[in-house]
């Protein structure tokens, strides 16, 4: 448990410097340089999510359950990946609709990836790292608009439906992937199941 908390915590500071420190986090990039910024920032998001994965799968053989959800929460957290997918592919790919609509689209893919699996698994490991995720992402999204709105940010230009059917492709590619071979080697459980 420890590993997962500290591997949490690490990562959701780092990740939120720019929500409550964006002015430190500017200083610090233009004295030590924007390059060797992102390669220390980089190296600890990847020790962070080490130490995640590592506490997570420590919990894994002795899971502390909280409740047993049915087996068709399974079927409803890959429809909802379908659609945090989308989400994620519209914050990768430029120009697309959602993004010029919403302006931070990853932070919702976040959300719904978060709720999508605390749907459908009931271990007090579940709960603390996609609920942790789903507060983070809902946190930062409430302040990213908030400070967009304030400072003035116009919205990314939408450029046509050419990279909205772009981030469809990559979406049903990635979910496919995901759902069918990726998940079941990477996490050893097959989603569908």
Request: charged letters at 10%; proline letters at 5%.
């Amino acid at each position: 448990m420890l590993n997962l908390v500290i591997g949490l915590v690490i990562f959701f500071g780092l990740h939120s410097i720019h929500i409550f420190a964006p002015e430190w986090r500017d200083r610090n990039m233009a004295k030590s340089g924007a390059m060797r910024w992102r390669i220390r920032f980089g190296l600890i998001s990847l020790l962070a999510i080490a130490s995640i994965i590592i506490g997570y799968m420590q919990l894994r053989p002795s899971p502390i359950w909280l409740w047993y959800p049915p087996a068709w929460t399974h079927q409803i957290s890959a429809v909802l990946m379908l659609i945090s997918f989308y989400f994620a592919a519209a914050a990768i790919i430029p120009g697309t609709k959602v993004k010029s609509m919403i302006g931070h689209p990853l932070l919702i893919a976040i959300k719904v990836w978060a709720l999508a699996h605390l749907i459908s698994n009931g271990t007090l490991a579940d709960v603390i790292l996609f609920g942790s995720f789903l507060i983070w992402a809902i946190v930062s999204f409430a302040v990213a608009r908030r400070r967009d709105r304030a400072a003035g940010v116009e919205k990314p230009i939408y450029i046509g439906v050419h990279m909205d059917l772009a981030a469809f492709v990559l979406t049903m590619v990635c979910w496919f992937a995901m759902v069918f071979f990726l998940h079941k080697l990477l996490i050893g459980v097959s989603p569908l199941v």
